[in-house]
């Protein structure tokens, strides 16, 4: 039977494959089908950890996952995993758990002196407390709290040592959440009318309700039978839904067994997301503890969780169980213990009389109508339970080792709150429900108030016909299957709290005491959710789930309101605790986010590049992969003395056809594009509707109705988007029609003073002379056989050309361009040559259109257009926006040219070092001057050429002197690229 | 998160959509003043109700739609095109 707790068998357990496993440096044995929990208790261990902030001892209280106390560390080979529930917890060969937050041992932990102190650990104690002196927080408060609260301990089990997760996305017409009777019978439902149905449940069993009543196991099996011949219904166990984010969209965490685990490579969660027409929410409710005092003594645990642990794993959770319950459904756990042998000291119940205390008076057991328990004997285990009537006069005195509560169960509406349903107090089961709008679905069961097994089957059913309708379908109703009657019930009586001396719990897994929260409404915190920022009640993993309501009942009775007037907590995604891992699931290290790779990728990689992350891009950075500006210099070197080419596909580019593609054009652009002639370029720039700078880039027309629209490769898909919504909202009336092309054109800057020579030995055809190939002109040209075109433009400052060729064929064009320059000495450079030579021409780039410049700021304030609507034209003419203060592009170098720049750099006056005018923003080795180049912005940094700052680098520890400069550091004239 | 109902694509994940804000501010006239561009910019209401709103499919058809959306309860009462005509149901929304 594998350990003296197991009576009987369970209907999980295997008792044929029994499984070893170490709690706490015990080596144990329990069985497959096993949760931890249940092996532990099995093994008698009651005690499973000590408690968030008083270190008092706790045992497990529920048998699921709304369990507060019973978290564990576990060991596996990845290292320390905490806040493991055990109640959830598959059993398997050769698990290591831990019990948390107690030094040195379990049973004895220093630490649990806080319990002696409770006095001075109020409520909020944090904030009134640890005050002063403000160093003291980070350096001794925090540690020595760190140290002495909290629960399990993380390490680094992340990273790349994770388990594999994956992210799987479901369609269907509707989601079944809950798979007890009524979920089952809606499942069965929806499916037989050829809805397609997903049907999730936490629990490791479909039917886990039924599961607990042997009455009910002829209706389960064949439910379950019709359910499997149905192809349209998809069935998850151990998938809970944590969350509903409406539209028909909810997040679900799969949790493999270890059989599955294996078969798909380690896999242990598994992240879903499904996209439904409507959902039916069949998610039962959750019992809830009453609050006395001692209800947090190890033993004492929920009714319904000591009926699971007899039912599913064979295990009693205690030889002398008393009870202390206010409702009939809690009795089932009664009549199962005595049915196995296990008879109760006794059973307090606050009622006068009740259908099932009949019953347990027909068998003979203790029963102590009118009372209550005010107080639980034993520390680290159960020993007595003191019986009070309700005026509190002792009655009585019940041995016991163990101790099962039940304050009636509370509807999980966490789903529906979170799709907007309000709460509505129901007297009669004295808790919240919710309604659902048809237009997303329905709810059943507890979660409007039924109880007992066969009308929750046919609540689940009538939810499903009242879905099918909407979705237009007419479902008649199923033949009943063999149903047994639900036993007759009496109404519980709500009983919250128990007011005696001692420390009574609303929030076992906080520490939160019915005091705490009188405590906080005291104070003012008198708002459910002030209350429960105030306390922590129903933060964490269990979100409250035993003791939430039970807590605001405390607080209503504080604020003498009826429960109903201070609401429930709002329950937020995530329903259960979940590992970043699945989150992240497979999007994770060279998977985080895609790579886009230029059509010459493998030949840069070939030719020894470095690659540099640019967005998504990978851009050659320099052709080399010895660290060091040197190969960046010789490449930039040969583009200044020789011929350079560089790869510069990214850019963005958008195809603009229509008869009013230039009047666009004037609406994006600040300067005019109308009158630009066919086979010409023109420099332009952008600007946001509130008048700063946009993006800038080349434009060409290529045919009357036909402009082709270069963006920075940041920018490429901003710059789309601005113009499809401008054309589609402001300017619907224009007849245009853009056209990414990004993909579809390979680019090439071919820069240097021999780069004509190259190309015209790869374009024959074309005259390439000033007079036939000027500056900024534009043409069709076959490039080694493939058509594409010629642009003469520059962004080096030197002769220079793009050649663009469709990017199938870009390794023929580019390895001809090579071929034709190779006498000549022509060098590929990479990302870091390009901006040195453009930072030497004074070309801005991201780093300088940053979002905070004008036009002005980087000496453009002339492209303007004096006359015609554009965009940012009439804000950019703000008064803050022309101040003659403003940072204004300058260039910057060293007085002392050993002095490397940074990007970063602050720039201060020599008298005045507090007061910063200004920053570098790009910065790179020069060739053509000793030492390095830089552009900053410095404030009315034009007035300032040909004076002096000083440049301050701290985290450096770097001071340069600087001399402020053109930003056009070689040939500001521009002679070059008109050479 | 939304799911828009794309009239060129059909019902597809917010994700695939950009935001862009309050279909009913109308861009001033060319030559209006700085007040009428800063009002036409910056000043937004904050209903508690419905709301007539830009949403961009760029990762789809990169169609502008008009939408109808419940700020509260998140409905889209329609999917439009942006010359189409907007009007706002008189019921509350849906929850």
Not at chain 1, 214 to 232: F, G
Not at chain 1, 439 to 457: D, E, K, S, Y
Not at chain 1, 940 to 961: D, K, M, N, Q, S
Not at chain 2, 2 to 16: A, F, K, M, T
Request: glycine share 10%; charged share 20%; net charge neutral.
């Amino acid at each position: 039977m594998r350990g003296p707790a197991r009576i009987a068998r369970g209907l999980l357990t295997d008792a044929q494959r029994p499984l070893r496993f170490r709690f706490d440096g015990r080596d144990l044995e329990g069985l497959a089908g096993d949760t931890l929990a249940s092996a532990l208790l099995a093994n008698g261990q009651q005690l499973i950890g000590r408690s968030f902030k008083y270190h008092r001892p706790r045992g497990v209280v529920t048998a699921g996952a709304g369990e507060p106390c019973g978290l564990v560390d576990l060991l596996g080979a990845a290292g320390r995993e905490p806040n493991q529930l055990a109640t959830t917890l598959p059993l398997r060969d050769g698990l290591v758990a831990e019990s948390q937050n107690r030094w040195p041992s379990l049973a004895f932990d220093v630490f649990a002196l806080n319990d002696r102190l409770s006095r001075l650990l109020p409520a909020g104690f944090y904030y009134k407390t640890f005050m002063s002196p403000a160093w003291a927080w980070e350096r001794l408060y925090e540690p020595l709290i760190r140290r002495a609260a909290g629960l399990g301990r993380l390490e680094a089990v992340v990273g790349d040592h994770a388990d594999p997760a994956e992210t799987v996305h479901d369609h269907g017409d509707v989601l079944v959440v809950g798979a007890g009777v009524a979920g089952l019978a809606a499942a069965q439902q929806l499916g037989s009318c050829g809805l397609r149905v997903l049907l999730a449940d936490q629990d490791v069993a479909l039917g886990a309700g039924p599961l607990l009543e042997p009455r009910w196991d002829a209706w389960r099996a064949a439910t379950l039978a019709s359910l499997a011949r149905l192809p349209n219904v998809r069935s998850l166990a151990s998938t809970t839904v944590l969350g509903a984010y409406g539209h028909g969209v909810f997040g679900a965490l799969e949790t493999l067994s270890a059989e599955e685990s294996r078969r798909f490579g380690g896999l242990r969660e598994r992240l879903r997301i499904i996209r439904v027409r409507r959902v039916i929410l069949a998610s039962g409710a959750a019992e809830r503890l009453i609050a006395f005092p001692g209800n947090d003594v190890p033993g004492v645990m929920l009714a319904g969780a000591a009926l699971a642990y007899l039912r599913r794993y064979g295990v009693a959770v205690g030889r002398q169980p008393a009870f202390f319950v206010n409702n009939d459904e809690a009795y089932e756990a009664l009549f199962a213990l005595a049915a196995a042998g296990i008879r109760s000291p006794g059973v307090v119940d606050p009622r006068t009389e009740s259908w099932a205390m009949t019953r347990a008076r027909a068998l003979g057991i203790e029963m102590h109508a009118g009372a209550v328990v005010s107080a639980v004997g034993g520390r680290c285990a159960v020993r007595t339970v003191t019986v009070a009537d309700l005026g509190g006069a002792h009655r009585a005195t019940l041995p016991a080792d163990c101790l099962l509560m039940s304050g009636g169960h509370t509807p999980l509406i966490a789903l529906a709150t979170q799709l907007g349903a309000p709460g509505q107090w129901q007297e009669a089961i004295a808790a919240f429900t919710a309604a659902l709008a048809p237009a997303t679905g329905r709810v059943a069961r507890a979660a409007h108030g039924v109880f007992g097994w066969a009308a929750a089957a046919r609540d689940g059913a009538a939810a499903a016909r009242a879905v099918a309708a909407e979705l237009g379908l007419d479902a008649e109703p199923l033949s009943a299957l063999c149903m047994p009657a639900d036993a007759e019930t009496t109404p519980l009586a709500a009983i919250w709290e128990v007011r005696a001396p001692g420390k009574a719990f609303v929030d076992l897994q906080n520490d939160v005491t019915a005091a705490d929260v009188r405590l906080a409404c005291r104070e003012g915190y008198e708002h459910l959710e002030h209350m429960k920022r105030y306390t922590t009640h129903g933060m964490a993993t269990d979100q409250g789930r035993t003791g939430g309501l039970t807590g605001a009942a405390v607080l209503a009775a504080a604020r003498a309101v009826p429960v109903s007037a201070v609401g429930a907590l709002k329950p937020r995604p995530f329903a259960q605790p979940i590992p970043f891992a699945a989150l992240a699931g497979g999007e994770v290290r060279e998977h985080y986010r895609p790579k886009r790779r230029l059509p010459l990728h493998d030949w840069h990689e070939t030719a020894g590049a470095s690659f540099v992350s640019a967005g998504l891009w990978l851009r050659p950075l320099v052709y080399s992969r010895t660290p060091g500006w040197e190969a960046v210099l010789e490449e930039a070197r040969a583009v200044r003395s020789a011929v350079g080419i560089t790869d510069v596909s990214t850019l963005g580019k958008i195809d603009v056809q229509g008869p009013d593609a230039a009047r666009l054009l004037d609406f994006v652009y600040a300067n005019t594009f109308s009158t630009l002639a066919i086979g010409r370029a023109r420099y332009g720039i952008m600007l946001r509707e509130d008048g700063l700078l946009f993006d800038d880039g080349t434009t060409t027309r290529l045919g009357p109705d036909h402009f082709l629209v270069t963006t920075t490769t940041a920018n490429a898909g901003p710059v789309l988007e601005h113009l499809e919504f401008h054309l589609q909202s402001v300017w619907r009336q224009l007849d245009v029609l853009l056209t990414d092309v990004t993909d579809q054109w390979a680019q090439f800057a071919l820069a240097g003073p021999r780069s004509r020579e190259v190309l015209a030995a790869v374009i024959p055809g074309l005259d390439l002379s000033n007079e036939g190939f000027p500056f900024m002109a534009a043409a069709a040209a076959d490039i080694a056989g493939v058509p594409g075109r010629v642009f003469r433009i520059s962004f080096s400052g030197e002769l220079a050309y793009e050649i663009a060729v469709p990017a199938v064929h870009a390794l023929t064009a580019w390895l001809a361009i090579l071929a034709a320059g190779h006498s000549l000495g022509i060098r590929p450079y990479g990302l870091d040559a390009l901006n040195l030579l453009r930072i030497e021409k004074g070309h801005v780039t991201g780093a300088e259109l940053n979002g905070n410049t004008t036009a002005d700021d980087l000496g453009m304030r002339r492209m303007l257009k004096p006359r015609g609507d554009f965009i940012g034209r009439a804000l950019a003419g703000r008064a803050g926006l022309v101040a003659p203060d403003r940072l204004q592009l300058v260039g910057v170098r060293a007085i002392d040219s050993a002095q490397r720049l940074r990007n970063g750099t602050q720039l201060v006056a020599p008298a005045d070092r507090t007061r910063s005018l200004g920053y570098i923003t790009s910065s790179s080795p020069s060739v053509e001057h000793p030492g390095w180049v830089g552009l900053a912005l410095v404030a009315g940094g034009r007035a300032r050429i040909g004076g002096r700052l000083v440049g301050l680098a701290p985290a450096h520890g770097e001071t340069t002197e600087l001399e402020i400069v053109s930003a056009h550091h070689v040939d500001p004239e521009n002679t070059r690229v008109r050479a | 998160m939304l799911r828009i109902r794309c009239p060129w694509c059909g019902e597809r994940d917010e994700v695939e959509f950009r935001y862009r804000g309050d279909a009913t501010k109308l861009r001033p006239a060319g030559d209006a003043d700085l007040a009428a561009f800063a009002a036409y910019l910056y000043e937004r209401d904050n209903p508690l109700g419905w709301h007539v709103e830009w949403w961009l499919h760029v990762a789809g058809c990169r169609q502008l739609l008009k939408l109808v959306r419940h700020t509260l309860s998140h409905e889209i009462h329609a999917v439009l095109a942006p010359s189409d005509e907007v009007s706002l149901p008189t019921a509350e929304a849906r929850r």
